[in-house]
């Protein structure tokens, strides 16, 4: 048991309490659940990690209250929330503008960021300029062609800073819209925001997908959105047509 992360324990002590309330041996609920022994026993003990399906099953056997923490949620917090999932692959970039002109010292400066040297890190850029000169026609015509580059998937999101403060994107809602594009259930889905951003990072952990954002809030950018540290920024003050 020594060395084992917490989480890992908890759901095992969790599992073990409610089985035991339910007067269930551990070869009655693994016949009902349809598990091995010898496998949920490991899973008591904190010695094996429990998948989303097995937690999933165990709850719907066992039952569930306010009062008791669903396994489920404690599968997600020993794995991540990413063990077992099958990942879709979103390709969301909107068409962009077939006859793009100009704008060739941002297009080359992009280049210059994506084409660093910290291969597998997360590279970042940003685009700044005042509304309507052509920011989301030149990003999203750039990202078309570098999106083979990113074989796990393309992600947009429109974060609506320009509009009324009632209209801009929150953090949490723009975190489940990226989560449920790449295939993330949604029980999954914490409503904690941190647990949220914890899920996105490690859900994006090691893949290689591509998530745009346009329009965000200013002055301030949420690092939620961020999936780890920026190796890079990128900059360019489109400030004239």
């Not at 073990?16 to 041996?25: A, K, M, P, V």
């Amino acid at each position: 048991m020594k060395g084992r992360p917490e989480p890992w324990l908890t759901f095992g002590a969790e599992l073990q309490r409610r089985r035991e309330d339910s007067g269930l041996s551990l070869r009655d609920l693994a016949k009902r659940v349809n598990y091995s022994f010898g496998y949920l026993g490991k899973l008591e003990r904190g010695q094996s990690t429990p998948t989303l399906d097995v937690a999933r099953r165990l709850d719907a056997e066992l039952g569930m209250s306010e009062q008791q923490p669903r396994l489920v949620e404690l599968a997600i917090e020993a794995t991540d929330g990413v063990t077992g999932l099958r990942l879709a692959r979103p390709a969301q970039l909107p068409p962009g503008v077939a006859d793009f002109i100009g704008r060739t010292q941002e297009w080359q400066h992009l280049d210059a960021i994506m084409d660093g040297n910290s291969s597998g890190s997360v590279r970042m850029c940003l685009v700044e300029g005042l509304p309507g000169v052509g920011k989301t026609a030149l990003v999203v015509r750039w990202a078309h062609t570098i999106a083979h580059r990113f074989p796990d998937g393309q992600v947009f999101v429109d974060l609506r800073g320009w509009g009324r403060d009632d209209q801009r994107r929150q953090p949490g809602e723009v975190l489940e819209e990226i989560l449920r594009a790449l295939g993330v259930p949604s029980e999954v889905i914490s409503p904690d925001l941190d647990k949220r951003t914890k899920l996105y990072r490690s859900v994006l952990a090691g893949k290689g997908i591509l998530v745009v954002w346009t329009t965000p809030p200013a002055p301030t950018r949420s690092s939620h959105w961020y999936p780890g540290p920026p190796v890079a920024w990128s900059w360019s003050p489109a400030e004239s047509g």
